[in-house]
């Protein structure tokens, strides 16, 4: 079997063989819908010799599809892809706006000059740094950190992730004359305005 899935200690583990992203994505879809209330609300956890083929932006699909079917990811990669090493990997830096539709992944920090579109998709490692409007989906720290950010001069997201955690959606707001930071203060992912007196360096 490409997947076999388990149930050990309340968390149910995906032992991946050999096979490729899109084998797995393909597999996981036809589990999740036979038996949605299975997988609904339960922990997981992927293990197995078949991670050892994936990069880590195709452990963060495989992620990102449990997450969007309702699952809560109890370790966030295999043991070879793990936050430390997600730590030293290469920023990306983008001198444009990212249009409607469009999708941008790192396994760093993502920096964008320009505006994020509505219904663009950052999905970054690191931290994600808007320097004009972010009006898309933003997911920072995808790896599993939570002690990644979401910065924007105007921050008005569809939807903010830390992490393995998700943001409800907010309710439209106007622009505004201040930048805000989104992060995780351990209950909540928080939206604040920036305080470079803060110690957000410091994490």
């Known amino acids: 079997m490409l997947i076999k899935i388990?149930?050990?200690?309340?968390?149910?583990?995906?032992?991946?063989?050999?096979?490729?992203?899109?084998?797995?994505?393909?597999?996981?879809?036809?589990?999740?819908?036979?038996?949605?209330?299975?997988?609904?609300?339960?922990?997981?956890?992927?293990?197995?010799?078949?991670?050892?083929?994936?990069?880590?932006?195709e452990i963060c699909e495989l992620q990102k599809l449990c997450l969007e079917h309702g699952m809560i990811l109890n370790n966030m990669a295999a043991p070879e892809m793990s936050l430390e090493k997600s730590y030293n990997q290469p920023n990306l830096i983008y001198y444009r706006n990212i249009r409607?539709?469009?999708?941008?992944?790192?396994?760093?920090?993502?920096?964008?000059?320009?505006?994020?579109?509505?219904?663009?998709?950052?999905?970054a490692?690191?931290?994600?740094?808007?320097?004009g409007s972010l009006h898309g989906i933003a997911h920072a720290g995808c790896y599993g950190d939570l002690n990644k950010i979401v910065f924007a001069l105007n921050l008005n997201p569809s939807q903010i992730r830390i992490g393995n955690k998700i943001s409800r959606a907010a309710e439209k707001k106007g622009n505004r004359s201040y930048p805000e930071i989104a992060y995780w203060d351990g209950n909540n992912i928080c939206i604040s305005v920036y305080d470079a007196?803060?110690?957000?360096?410091t994490r």
């Open 100 to 123: 409607s539709g469009q999708k941008i992944t790192a396994e760093g920090s993502v920096i964008i000059w320009g505006d994020v579109h509505e219904s663009a998709e950052i999905l």
């Open 197 to 201: 007196k803060e110690a957000w360096l």
């Open 125 to 131: 490692g690191g931290d994600i740094i808007v320097l």
């Open 6 to 57: 388990k149930g050990i200690n309340s968390s149910l583990v995906f032992i991946f063989s050999n096979g490729t992203c899109e084998d797995y994505i393909a597999f996981l879809i036809e589990r999740f819908e036979q038996t949605p209330q299975l997988f609904q609300g339960s922990k997981v956890i992927f293990q197995g010799a078949g991670l050892d083929n994936l990069n880590n932006v």
